[in-house]
């Protein structure tokens, strides 16, 4: 066993924990995760920092929160100064490589990453900044609710081709790297769009819940009761625009759920490559998401929200010769990964260049010790017009923005959060805590500042790009045909025998 060990990362878009069955869910099909959990390490209270892709993604990559790095919506640009995992993992001796989804905006389209063996599936641009100045207007690129009234089976989707294009380059590296004579250790990041609305899938995972009965949202909610960030939400997905039947909502989540069973599919073909290169041994897995999805409870879809559907997601750590099976209960998030990667391949805590907002998860781990117990979230993204922030410490979820009521929930006696207790007087002294801290932690009224700041730059920006001859930052892979398969630069009984894996007497 390796000092270093080699790192795989698979990461499902808006898959929420509560849909695996390894989280307690009994209508999921997901035989290859369900094992990966079995002889894995479960971390059962774990989170995004950001219910929304890029955010969380770049929050995740640098170990920090959105607002530190300017992380404030899916079309801000993660500076490419800001040091991510790939960054120190590749200067501790590692090939980093990404096949799949990140969400990159800007010229940087790798961020550390050594090797990046596809384009991404949404583009590089500005286009999709919010404006929290003109929030009655709905966002002609964001989600809608087509994709509930119009859930079911199909062929193919965009989402499918994009998928089964990763996870073929990904499989495909993984045996390059089995027959390269580069022995660094990898960090493989594997990055799926699914289960990712639209709730579209192929006939095939359709029929897998053939005669399943779908669960259905246990918590109903009027518009009237609701929040009014939820109420904002439903605005700008345009819910309160169509009217969703109970069979289009069970179509929908039929439709994710026969998607969370490709992504099961799609892990199961990877750890199957790397069991064929002969690299499972000394590889950590793990497996993770960006944000869990509402999937219809409490009347809401997709994420952009600190309610559990949206912002409890999996994570399974499976490295058996490492890790004894175990599920971790204290709170953790994606911040905490940066630090627990570079504790795992050897990079000293004092190389860290910028102060990181997670901590090590290697304890938890290994039994040594507890996880962190304590989730910090931001979000500043559409659906919002002012910050939104999240502290998660113990049973306790605060959730505060100041153009909206507290909300307080005791997630140990009231997990579906339906009793919130911030304007209960038996709880004032809990809700003082809370604010106090918040003071320290944030200033709320300059960071709305800055995101309308930035707001008003991308808006600017992409605009003149647009003018006269655009020139995209979408990232586009290099192929050179002039190194592949059989060419004449070399002998062809030498390339076959390279080619071949394993070698002949290895």
């Known amino acids: 066993m390796n000092a270093r060990p080699n790192v795989l990362i698979l990461m499902a878009d808006q898959l929420t924990a509560g849909a695996l069955r390894a989280y307690g869910n009994p209508t999921s099909r997901t035989p290859r995760i369900d094992a990966l959990a079995a002889s894995g390490v479960v971390f059962d209270s774990f989170y995004c920092n950001s219910p929304l892709c890029a955010p969380s993604r770049?929050?995740?990559?640098?170990?920090?929160?959105?607002?530190?790095?300017?992380?404030?919506?899916?079309?801000?640009?993660?500076?490419?100064?800001?040091?991510?995992?790939?960054?120190?993992?590749?200067?501790?001796?590692?090939?980093?490589?990404?096949?799949?989804?990140?969400?990159?905006?800007?010229?940087?389209?790798?961020h550390g990453f050594e090797e990046r063996l596809t384009t991404d599936i949404y583009p590089a641009d500005f286009g999709w900044t919010p404006d929290w100045t003109r929030f009655s207007e709905r966002p002609s690129w964001y989600h809608t609710m087509d994709s509930v009234t119009q859930a079911g089976p199909c062929v193919?989707?965009?989402?499918?081709?994009?998928?089964?294009?990763?996870?073929?380059?990904?499989r495909q590296k993984l045996f390059d790297i089995a027959r390269s004579k580069d022995h660094r250790p990898f960090c493989m990041v594997v990055s799926m769009t699914h289960p990712h609305d639209p709730y579209v899938v192929p006939e095939a995972y359709w029929n897998r819940y053939d005669g399943v009965e779908i669960d259905m949202p246990r918590v109903r909610t009027a518009p009237e009761p609701l929040?009014?960030?939820?109420?904002?939400?439903?605005?700008?997905?345009?819910?309160?625009?169509?009217?969703?039947?109970?069979e289009q909502v069970r179509a929908a989540r039929r439709a994710y759920y026969g998607a969370v069973s490709y992504v099961d599919d799609q892990v199961g073909a990877l750890l199957d490559a790397l069991a064929d290169a002969r690299l499972a041994e000394d590889t950590i897995v793990l497996l993770l998401a960006d944000h869990g999805d509402m999937l219809g409870e409490r009347g809401l879809w997709y994420k952009m929200t600190f309610f559990e559907?949206?912002?409890?997601?999996?994570?399974?750590?499976?490295?058996?010769?490492?890790f004894s099976p175990r599920r971790v209960m204290q709170s953790a998030s994606l911040v905490d990964i940066l630090p627990t990667l570079c504790e795992l391949g050897g990079v000293a805590a004092d190389r860290h260049a910028t102060p990181l907002c997670g901590r090590s998860l290697l304890p938890a781990l290994t039994g040594a010790g507890a996880g962190p117990d304590e989730v910090i979230g931001e979000f500043l993204g559409e659906g919002a017009i002012a910050p939104l922030v999240m502290i998660r410490r113990g049973?306790?979820?605060?959730?505060?923005?100041?153009?909206?009521?507290d909300q307080l929930y005791d997630l140990g006696t009231d997990p579906m959060e339906l009793r919130n207790l911030a304007a209960d007087p038996a709880h004032a002294g809990t809700v003082r805590a809370f604010?106090?801290?918040l003071l320290e932690r944030w200033n709320l009224a300059q960071l709305h500042a800055e995101v309308l700041a930035s707001q008003r730059r991308r808006h600017l920006v992409d605009a003149a790009l647009r003018k006269g001859r655009y020139r995209p930052w979408d990232h586009q892979p290099v192929r050179d045909a002039s190194k592949l398969y059989i060419r004449n630069d070399q002998e062809l009984n030498d390339l076959e025998a390279m080619a071949r894996f394993p070698r002949i007497g290895g």
């Open 58 to 110: 770049f929050s995740w990559m640098a170990g920090r929160l959105p607002s530190l790095i300017g992380a404030f919506d899916n079309a801000a640009e993660l500076p490419a100064a800001v040091p991510t995992f790939a960054h120190y993992l590749r200067d501790a001796g590692y090939q980093t490589v990404l096949s799949g989804k990140m969400h990159f905006c800007g010229p940087d389209q790798l």
């Open 156 to 170: 193919r989707t965009n989402q499918i081709d994009f998928d089964d294009e990763v996870v073929f380059n990904a």
């Open 227 to 246: 929040d009014p960030h939820s109420r904002r939400l439903r605005h700008v997905i345009g819910l309160d625009l169509q009217s969703v039947t109970e």
């Open 309 to 322: 559907p949206a912002c409890r997601i999996p994570l399974i750590v499976h490295a058996p010769r490492r």
């Open 395 to 405: 049973h306790w979820k605060f959730v505060h923005s100041p153009v909206d009521p």
């Open 435 to 437: 604010r106090s801290e």
